[in-house]
């Protein structure tokens, strides 16, 4: 596998979209194969300039939108964290109790079908953040997340029954997604048994 040269300097964000159909196909073609090459070798192993040669196109093609392969797959991760966010939202609408227990059951559970349903999305959700720009998309998905149990009928009975402070609801959320990842890294999968253990674990965490 190429690799690429690590450094210490600050590196330029990933530009926006491409605007050209030409240009959009590529970079289509390059999201997929980074994908393929996630799952096949892993994160650590995929570098641009394989990607670059297994799609057919310069290696300055992809710089030119991912300066590293880490903005690269924040800018997947991004993709992925929006996914879910539709996911989840179809999931809670479905929720007619006001028990936030509730309200965290179906959110773990709509999560781990999501992930064990598309493994790139799960290597990247689970095994990162990838750098400081997927950290940045990881934050951003744990407060979309904190968001959907805000604005939920059910999480704002949880929020009117105590008195709570404002980070209690996102320590929550890490202390669950700890427990998928650790069941996703010993297994390949989030099990229902590990599913059920994360529900537990956030549940008992915001009933203190």
Wanted: charge should be neutral.
């Amino acid at each position: 596998m190429a690799s690429e040269q690590d450094t210490t300097r600050a590196k330029p964000r990933a530009r926006s979209a491409p605007v050209q159909a030409r240009s959009r196909e590529r970079i289509e073609a390059v999201l997929a194969k980074t994908e393929e090459l996630i799952v096949k070798v892993g994160p650590e192993a995929t570098s641009i300039p394989d990607i670059a040669a297994a799609v057919g196109v310069p290696r300055a093609t992809i710089y030119q939108y991912f300066p590293d392969k880490y903005q690269l797959f924040a800018h997947l991760a991004g993709l992925y964290f929006g996914r879910l966010a539709l996911h989840l939202t179809v999931a809670v609408e479905q929720i007619s109790s006001n028990a936030w227990q509730e309200l965290v059951r179906v959110l773990m559970e709509a999560t781990a079908d999501y992930l064990n349903a598309d493994r790139a999305a799960a290597i990247l959700t689970l095994n990162g953040p990838f750098g400081d720009a997927d950290r940045i998309a990881h934050e951003a998905k744990d407060q979309a997340l904190q968001g959907l149990v805000q604005a939920h009928p059910a999480g704002q009975a949880y929020l009117a029954s105590r008195p709570v402070k404002p980070e209690r609801v996102a320590l929550a959320i890490k202390i669950s997604f700890a427990c998928l990842r650790y069941g996703y890294q010993k297994e390949g999968l989030i099990s229902p048994a590990i599913r059920d253990e994360a529900v537990l674990a956030a549940i008992a965490y915001l009933e203190k």
